[in-house]
């Protein structure tokens, strides 16, 4: 699942796998957008059983994204990390305000 921008037309972070969560037949966001649900149906991944996935499923939207990944993490990333794992290009900026700083 690919999440866009639609004002920019970009796509917002990496695609999400939801290969385990079936066959997807309606999305829908949460009125604050911090929330998605699919409904999916059991989809075999060889062309027979095991099947996996189908029901309803709910996923962190982009908005609720920053607040999943601050509750993973005990620190924020040192200024290294931050150039390694997110971009050398882009500014560092602490994610998750009130965690110290790693070194």
Known sequence: MRFWDTT???????????TAIGLSLHVQFSHDARRVFMAALPESLSGSSPFVGGGIWQIPGP???????????????????WKDWISPDIPYQAP??????SH
């Open 8 to 18: 920019s037309g970009q796509q917002i972070g990496e695609p999400v796998d939801i």
């Open 63 to 81: 908005a609720a994204w920053n607040d999943a990944l601050c509750d993973k993490l005990v620190s924020n990333p040192s200024e290294q990390q």
């Open 96 to 101: 998750c305000p009130g965690k110290p700083r």
